[in-house]
């Protein structure tokens, strides 16, 4: 398997403009995460699937912020109107609930490096 | 609700050298434990975790850590450290009646001098 698989790797864009990334998810991981990483505020877990249903989406940190998962094996995450704080590493992660020995497991994809201006 | 406290930002240790990254934590129940590493530019990769059992548990790239209950504590080790081992790690924990979501520390940063 590819792993999971992020795109773009690098986004810049303009304030006000909408913002689109992208995650295909590990075949058959049930789980998908939505991550944020910035130096100020290490890693924050953004909003969580479980069979293509969001679980906690208690982590979005406005209305701006959007994320839909329509089948197993491809996830948006939106943002509209981006602004400069938004710039961050975006990860995207999937694990399975019925891997023997990988259960619990989160694998990471390479992330999408945003940048506001 | 689980936390984590990874107590040192930075940890530099010399080439050969044995090396420990520290990791506390905090949940109402038992946990699930779990160390990551991240290189420059990539996703955490996941290294080991301990569910049950031994509480001595052996991970990727020669790392081990090892499970403390009572102190509540899952430090990260290695007995011989290599330059290729400078990293940001980051240790994590679940609670294991909870929900499905990791909690991650903020990070301790590896650095192996030769």
């Known amino acids: 398997d590819a792993g999971v698989i992020q795109s773009p790797r690098h986004e810049v864009t303009e304030m006000g403009q909408e913002v689109t990334l992208r995650c295909k998810p590990i075949?058959?991981?049930?789980?998908l995460f939505w991550y944020r990483q910035t130096m100020m505020r290490g890693l924050e877990l953004l909003i969580y699937?479980?069979?293509?249903?969001?679980?906690?989406d208690s982590g979005m940190p406005e209305d701006r912020f959007s994320a839909k998962m329509p089948n197993a094996s491809f996830s948006t995450l939106k943002i509209q109107p981006s602004e400069p704080r938004d710039s961050a590493v975006y990860f995207c992660a999937s694990s399975s609930n019925h891997a023997v020995l990988a259960k619990n497991i989160q694998y990471f994809g390479a992330g999408t490096r945003l940048s506001v201006l | 609700a689980q936390s984590v406290a990874q107590p040192e930002d930075q940890v530099n240790v010399a080439e050969g050298n044995p090396l420990t990254v520290k990791c506390t934590y905090s949940v109402s129940g038992n946990p699930y434990l779990f160390w990551y590493v991240q290189y420059p530019n990539r996703g955490l990769q996941f290294l080991l975790k301990y569910i049950t059992g031994d509480n001595l548990v052996k991970g990727s790239y020669g790392f081990e850590a090892e499970f403390n209950k009572s102190q509540t504590s899952f430090h990260l080790k290695k007995p011989s450290a290599l330059v290729s081992d400078s990293a940001l790690y980051f240790c994590a924990v679940r609670d294991r009646g909870s929900a499905r979501q990791l909690t991650f520390g903020s990070g301790t940063q590896l650095t192996v001098l030769p």
């Open positions: 699937f479980n069979n293509n249903v969001p679980i906690d």
């Open positions: 075949s058959g991981h049930d789980y």
